[in-house]
Nanobody
Framework: QVHLVESGGGLVQAGGSLRLSCAAS????????VGWFRQAPGKPREFVAV????????SYADSVKGRFTISRDNSENTAYLQMNSLRPEDTAVYYC????????????????????WGQGTQVIVSS
């Protein structure tokens, strides 16, 4: 079981940047993909980005492609989401989660593929 804690959220003006962190405890972190999801008020939670267990593969939602970068440091048991050129529509609670499958061979994007969710960190982008 992996326990996750997100941090780094806050209030930023449109066009600004934030870096979210996802700190994990547990021995299996380095063997699982990590995903970032977000939930805006009144909307369902949506996929943002995912990184494979080795860090060699990444995938992004079209809405953030070219602006967000997901990365991980397995030696620190931490994943990151660098968010640049933020827009008001990026306002949401951001969650990290780990894939239920260890050493997965392909990227997965569905909430049901992920377990061990963090508590979330709020990001507010003002116009």
């Amino acid at each position: 079981q992996v326990h996750l804690v997100e941090s780094g959220g806050g209030l930023v003006q449109a066009g600004g940047s934030l870096r979210l962190s996802c700190a994990a405890s547990g021995r299996t972190f380095a063997s699982v993909a990590v995903g970032w999801f977000r939930q805006a008020p009144g909307k369902p939670r949506e996929f943002v980005a995912v990184i494979g267990w080795s860090g060699g593969s990444t995938s992004y939602a079209d809405s953030v492609k070219g602006r967000f970068t997901i990365s991980r440091d397995n030696s620190e048991n931490t994943a990151y989401l660098q968010m640049n050129s933020l827009r008001p529509e990026d306002t949401a609670v951001y969650y990290c989660a780990v894939d239920r499958q260890q050493y997965g061979m392909r990227m997965r994007f569905l909430e049901t593929d992920f377990g061990s969710w963090g508590q979330g960190t709020q990001v507010i982008v003002s116009s």
